[in-house]
T-cell receptor
């Protein structure tokens, strides 16, 4: 089983749609969780950290369920500029020395 | 503003050449990482370093070595480049207490081995 798994995608949605991405992780000792966004041929950039209580940043909402080892990202009112690959990232071990990346889910927002 | 800089954006090397990929950060971060990213495989950790002169193998260290002589610089070395090392290489940094802080990436080096 892979350490971090994500919806395989791709997701093709119309502008204005709401889209949700799911991610599961296998290491119950993981301490921190992130969503990154990666545009084609560019480096990943932090979209948002994910906190236990859930957190929101404008149109983006992240949720964490430690008991189920599950993370989600919800994007409301999708824009064309949201088209990218979304990476779920988990801090991989107790010593905080390693980030483990999911394979990514590609989103295309269509006009 | 955070800066993680990789020495080259694009690189073409011949099979058997020794290749150096350099990464420099101005974050004063203890932890530095080298990943490679391939279609369908995502980001895979090659090596990481949590202090000067310290290094740890990641998931796919074979064919690679690293050097960290100074805190701000982490080098990835391909001792004898092979075509299966054609990939996008990404350097990242993280603070000492990386449990709670995110990773910052360089712009990536797209290496082609011919």
């Amino acid at each position: 089983r892979k350490e971090v798994e994500q919806d395989p995608g791709p997701f093709n949605v119309p502008e204005g749609a709401t889209v949700a991405f799911n991610c599961t992780y296998s290491n119950s000792a993981s301490q921190s969780f992130f969503w990154y966004r990666q545009d084609c041929r560019k480096e990943p950039k932090l979209l948002m950290s994910v906190y236990s209580s859930g957190n929101e940043d404008g149109r983006f909402t992240a949720q964490l369920n430690r008991a189920s080892q599950y993370i989600s990202l919800l994007i409301r009112d999708s824009k064309l500029s949201d088209s990218a690959t979304y990476l779920c990232v988990v801090n991989g071990d107790n010593y905080g020395q390693n980030f483990v990346f999911g394979p990514g889910t590609r989103l295309s927002v269509l006009p | 503003d955070v800066k993680v800089t990789q020495s080259s954006r694009y690189l073409v090397k011949r099979t058997g050449e020794k290749v150096f990929l350099e990464c420099v950060q101005d974050m004063d971060h203890e932890n530095m990482f080298w990943y490679r990213q391939d279609p369908g495989l995502g980001l895979r950790l090659i090596y990481f370093s949590y202090d000067v002169k310290m290094k740890e193998k990641g998931d796919i260290p074979e064919g690679y070595s690293v050097s960290r002589e100074k805190k701000e610089r982490f080098s990835l070395i391909l001792e004898s480049a092979s075509t299966n090392q054609t990939s996008m290489y990404l350097c990242a940094t993280g603070g000492k207490d990386s449990k709670y802080t995110e990773a910052f990436f360089g712009q990536g080096t797209r290496l082609t081995v011919v």
